[in-house]
């Protein structure tokens, strides 16, 4: 008999039109990808459509469905498309099913039309953006090279007018790396966003000098460099848990508060393994994962086999355990494994000191990242234990700054009268890792 692997949710996100988009970010990893599918009109057919709507429906045993669109720009496809698509799933809908329709855009080609349209079918929208206009336009241009800030930021004033529900995703790379409060202040103060999610760029260059498989040990310059991605990150986070916790949801952070609580996190890249959240391109083939969406990779066509079938077969399980059992020894001996898990295995390709393949190229920035959040997190995770809520945090790192920064013959700030160095100056932080 053979064994069947389906795990109880999957996550699909589907390209209706693949590779293809109105810009050209520098870096994006998927304007490669055309390259696969030479000759296609990359526009997803709709004979594709009701077959992806309908197996996604079959392949969920929850009644909760994400239908996640992205790209390249799936706005692209009009919204003629989408209107069909929500037709479909009220047409196969299961008893007691509830949608949620993602959509992860660029935000140039939003209108009215559009908005209205999300609003009305409750969609969620992803808005990508880098940071200020200076930094987002960095390498976020279109096809002449020209930034594309204020079009973005025209497409999100839209999305706000018509109250449609939006967060954002913002690369962190080589450029706006070093700008992590300008950055974050600008997406939580200007583009006035309660969630965000940052990906780091790792960009790596194969022996033919083009980053269309993930290949290669070497990275494109304009890829975050390790140590940036833990600084940018850590500073982020020291603004973040002394003034916003329960008001802004950074992805990351709300990841590693479950890690120190001994939940899983919510996101694959902190995961022991991985294979649970699947790609499907335009002409309904089926991949391991975003970032893999290379022949060795591809489980099959929708149209051929059941996205139940594919998504439940071995060479997916393998894909996803993998990732667990090709961790190099330092990273099952490392204090911040529970968190890290070495994180994605696209990014693993550094050779250890002992020789050993499979290290994390952004081992470093990680490393630092959970080393320094760790007495917050203990303190965070500690309080939500004792049912306070997380945000008492704020408070007590408000005055763990004081007894930081207070002189040995200083008034504690405790309160007490004493001097410090009779107080509290005596205490020593405890820390784990
Ligand atoms: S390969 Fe990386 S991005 Fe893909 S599912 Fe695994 S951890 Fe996530
Ligand atoms: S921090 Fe580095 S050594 Fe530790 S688990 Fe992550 S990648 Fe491995």
Redesign the pocket.
């Given at each position: 008999m053979t064994q069947n692997y389906l795990p109880p949710r999957i996550h699909l996100l589907a390209k209706p039109t693949g590779a293809i988009c109105n810009l050209a970010c520098s870096y994006c990893f998927f304007l490669a990808k055309e390259a696969l599918y030479s000759g296609s009109r990359f526009r997803m057919s709709d004979e594709v459509l009701e077959n992806y709507i309908q197996q996604l429906i079959t392949a969920h045993r929850s009644s909760q469905v994400t239908v996640a669109w992205q790209g390249g720009e799936p706005t692209l496809m009009g919204i003629d498309f989408y209107q069909r698509a929500i037709k479909l799933q009220e047409k196969y809908r299961k008893p007691g099913m509830v949608f949620e329709n993602t959509m992860q855009t660029n935000g140039t080609l939003l209108d009215d039309e559009w908005c209205r349209f999300f609003k009305e079918n409750n969609f969620l929208i992803g808005i990508s953006i880098d940071g200020p206009r200076e930094l987002h336009n960095a390498y976020r241009v279109d096809k002449k090279g020209e930034g594309t800030f204020d079009r973005v930021m025209q497409g999100l004033r839209l999305l706000q007018k018509h109250d449609v529900k939006y967060n954002v995703l913002t690369t962190v790379n080589r450029v706006n790396a070093d700008y992590p409060l300008e950055v974050y202040r600008f997406l939580r103060d200007e583009a006035g966003t309660d969630w965000i999610q940052f990906i780091p760029v790792v960009e790596r260059i194969n022996e033919e000098g083009h980053t269309l498989y993930q290949r290669g040990k070497t990275v494109s310059d304009r890829s975050v460099q390790p140590e940036q991605l833990g600084s940018f990150l850590s500073l982020i986070f020291d603004e973040w848990v002394r003034n916003d916790v329960g008001k802004i949801f950074v992805q990351t952070f709300e990841a590693s508060a479950r890690k120190w609580l001994g939940l899983p996190s919510g996101m694959?890249?902190f995961e022991e393994t991985?294979?649970i959240?699947l790609v499907l391109e335009h002409n309904g083939d089926l991949y391991s994962?975003?970032?893999?969406v290379e022949p060795e990779y591809l489980l099959g066509n929708i149209m051929k086999k059941e996205i139940s079938e594919l998504a439940a077969a071995e060479k997916q399980y393998r894909f996803g355990q993998d990732?667990r059992d090709s961790l190099p020894h330092v990273c099952r001996e490392c204090k911040v494994l529970f968190a890290c898990q070495g994180e994605?295995?696209?990014n693993r390709f550094l050779t250890t000191s002992a020789g050993e393949n499979g290290l994390n190229y952004l081992c470093k920035g990680w490393k630092a990242f959970f080393q320094h959040i760790d007495f917050p997190m203990q303190i965070m995770t500690g309080l939500i234990r004792r049912g306070y809520p997380a945000l008492e945090v704020m408070r007590v790192m408000v005055l763990e700054d004081a007894f930081s920064q207070a002189g040995r013959n200083d008034p504690c700030p405790c309160g007490s009268g004493r001097k410090f160095k009779r107080c509290h100056g005596t205490r020593k932080k405890e820390r784990s890792i």
């Amino acid at each position: 008999m053979t064994q069947n692997y389906l795990p109880p949710r999957i996550h699909l996100l589907a390209k209706p039109t693949g590779a293809i988009c109105n810009l050209a970010c520098s870096y994006c990893f998927f304007l490669a990808k055309e390259a696969l599918y030479s000759g296609s009109r990359f526009r997803m057919s709709d004979e594709v459509l009701e077959n992806y709507i309908q197996q996604l429906i079959t392949a969920h045993r929850s009644s909760q469905v994400t239908v996640a669109w992205q790209g390249g720009e799936p706005t692209l496809m009009g919204i003629d498309f989408y209107q069909r698509a929500i037709k479909l799933q009220e047409k196969y809908r299961k008893p007691g099913m509830v949608f949620e329709n993602t959509m992860q855009t660029n935000g140039t080609l939003l209108d009215d039309e559009w908005c209205r349209f999300f609003k009305e079918n409750n969609f969620l929208i992803g808005i990508s953006i880098d940071g200020p206009r200076e930094l987002h336009n960095a390498y976020r241009v279109d096809k002449k090279g020209e930034g594309t800030f204020d079009r973005v930021m025209q497409g999100l004033r839209l999305l706000q007018k018509h109250d449609v529900k939006y967060n954002v995703l913002t690369t962190v790379n080589r450029v706006n790396a070093d700008y992590p409060l300008e950055v974050y202040r600008f997406l939580r103060d200007e583009a006035g966003t309660d969630w965000i999610q940052f990906i780091p760029v790792v960009e790596r260059i194969n022996e033919e000098g083009h980053t269309l498989y993930q290949r290669g040990k070497t990275v494109s310059d304009r890829s975050v460099q390790p140590e940036q991605l833990g600084s940018f990150l850590s500073l982020i986070f020291d603004e973040w848990v002394r003034n916003d916790v329960g008001k802004i949801f950074v992805q990351t952070f709300e990841a590693s508060a479950r890690k120190w609580l001994g939940l899983p996190s919510g996101m694959c890249v902190f995961e022991e393994t991985c294979g649970i959240g699947l790609v499907l391109e335009h002409n309904g083939d089926l991949y391991s994962c975003d970032h893999f969406v290379e022949p060795e990779y591809l489980l099959g066509n929708i149209m051929k086999k059941e996205i139940s079938e594919l998504a439940a077969a071995e060479k997916q399980y393998r894909f996803g355990q993998d990732k667990r059992d090709s961790l190099p020894h330092v990273c099952r001996e490392c204090k911040v494994l529970f968190a890290c898990q070495g994180e994605c295995p696209k990014n693993r390709f550094l050779t250890t000191s002992a020789g050993e393949n499979g290290l994390n190229y952004l081992c470093k920035g990680w490393k630092a990242f959970f080393q320094h959040i760790d007495f917050p997190m203990q303190i965070m995770t500690g309080l939500i234990r004792r049912g306070y809520p997380a945000l008492e945090v704020m408070r007590v790192m408000v005055l763990e700054d004081a007894f930081s920064q207070a002189g040995r013959n200083d008034p504690c700030p405790c309160g007490s009268g004493r001097k410090f160095k009779r107080c509290h100056g005596t205490r020593k932080k405890e820390r784990s890792i």
